[in-house]
């Protein structure tokens, strides 16, 4: 054999399996077409969130009067987008050379290039067949492709980051934690955009209280949102309710496809994702799918973590991946995160709980920084009161979201919350009085 184990695709899945397996003593070779680190890093997580970032602050110097700093000229600010590009790839490029210097260091071999897996120990790289005793498939996802709209006026994601300028009349196709962002991307940056929704809910998922969140913070910034079969196309226009707009791109953020590798046709396949078991083996046992490539989750942290598992497994290790301790972050304004099950999954498994919550209208820190706009909301079975979900909306919820991770992954208690300890002033107190409040013994409330 010439490796132990070979790895399609080197996004959040691949480099973070890669640097495990070397790690742990496996001569192993990692293969993407195109660059380390995957959408994520190149085009997606990293990218969009930098330019999220920027637009946020663009729209909080705005503010700067109210917290009495005095002299900023509103009418003089302007969104440069070639220095937040330039920002965006530095910080691309200090990313991809840290994994690179990963791999480096625990021995794994890059190929860039296109791999055809042959069978379940052959794979074809740059005209060389090479044999491996395990396959690790991590080639990810793309939007699918959009055909409501004129295709010279599309835009995928990853050309966005190429574009000299932005467009200023741009529909943001699709549905989606992506396209929610993108949208207020483009609004944060005084640009109007119109979501055209191709399915409702907004977010794929089962949860009535985060869609519900989600439209409220579109609506505060009266972005248009248009569902697909309510909009008819002629040109450069769309009509909707007997009203016309123009638009000049369309960035399409369609739901994803699997970005499949030549493969033997013996890998199952459902709805278009690699068919895996609870241990991310395909239907050739040597071979595993992890990341978006098998349909699990569309979460980089998910794909990383699927990936370490995979690992294990291959060392002999068989705990299975717990997808409801992977959060689920969005990036508006105000952030929104969530981890565990939802209402509508407690429901479905007639499990007795209760919802407890607690307003950033009441946290000194949310007050001072004038982002008090949010709430968490707890959900703790009623016999043990363990907590068995957990949803914030605030300022920094995404940060936030990874102690109620631990809290549930530690299979704590509505009383473990209400003793925990948490800094003033802090949003994170937050945690602390849901937490009293859950147990009956609330203090600001």
Not at 12 to 26: E, K, N, W
Not at 103 to 110: I, S
Not at 122 to 139: A, F, G, N, P
Request: net charge negative.
């Amino acid at each position: 054999m010439d490796y132990d184990l070979i790895i399609i695709g080197a996004g959040p899945a691949g480099y973070v399996s890669a640097i495990r397996a070397g790690q742990t003593g496996l001569k192993t070779l990692i293969i993407d077409e195109k660059y380390v680190g995957g959408m994520c890093l190149n085009w997606g997580c990293i990218p969009t969130k930098s330019i999220i970032e920027s637009a946020k602050l663009y729209q909080r110097v705005k503010t700067a009067d109210t917290f009495g700093v005095d002299g900023v000229d509103v009418d003089l600010l302007h969104f440069n987008w070639g220095k937040v590009k330039k920002k965006t790839n530095t910080s691309v490029r200090k990313l991809t050379k840290g994994i690179e210097y990963l791999w480096k260091k625990n021995g794994v071999e890059f190929i860039q290039g296109r791999a055809s897996i042959l069978s379940d120990h052959k794979v074809e790289v740059d005209q060389r067949i090479l044999e491996t005793k395990y396959i690790l498939i991590s080639t990810g996802s793309k939007p699918a492709v959009q055909s409501t709209f004129r295709a010279e006026k599309t835009i995928e994601i990853e050309s966005l980051f190429g574009l000299e300028t932005l467009p200023v009349k741009p529909i943001i196709y699709g549905r989606g934690s992506t396209a929610v962002e993108l949208a207020l991307f483009f609004k944060f940056i005084d640009i109007d955009p119109i979501l055209v929704l191709t399915d409702t809910p907004i977010l794929p998922i089962d949860d009535e209280f985060i869609n519900m969140q989600v439209d409220k913070i579109l609506k505060k910034e009266k972005i248009k949102v248009f569902p697909i079969n309510e909009i008819s196309v002629r040109d450069a226009v769309i009509v909707y309710q007997e009203k016309e707009y123009e638009y000049d791109a369309v960035v399409n953020s369609s739901l994803r496809m699997a970005s499949l590798p030549p493969m033997p046709n013996e890998i199952e396949l459902t709805d278009g994702f690699i068919t895996v078991n609870e241990h991310l083996q395909t239907s050739i046992p040597n071979i595993y799918a992890v990341g978006d490539v098998n349909g699990k989750s569309f979460l980089a942290h998910s794909a990383s973590v699927q990936g370490l598992a995979a690992i294990d497994h291959i060392h002999g290790k068989v705990e299975p991946v717990d997808f409801l301790l992977h959060p689920l972050n969005i990036y508006t304004e105000p952030e929104i995160a969530s981890v565990g099950q939802t209402e509508e999954m407690l429901k479905a498994g007639n499990i007795e709980y209760r919802v407890s919550e607690f307003s950033l209208n009441a946290n000194g820190k949310a007050i001072i920084e004038g982002n008090n706009n949010g709430l968490i909301r707890v959900l703790h079975e009623t016999k043990y009161q363990q907590v068995l979900g957990v949803q914030i909306v605030a300022n920094n919820a995404t940060d936030m979201i990874a102690e109620a991770s631990l809290l549930l992954e530690m299979e704590g208690t509505i009383y473990d919350l209400a003793r925990s300890v948490h800094a003033h002033p802090t949003i994170s107190e937050v945690f602390m009085e849901v937490g009293m409040i859950g147990s009956d013994t609330p203090v600001h409330n």
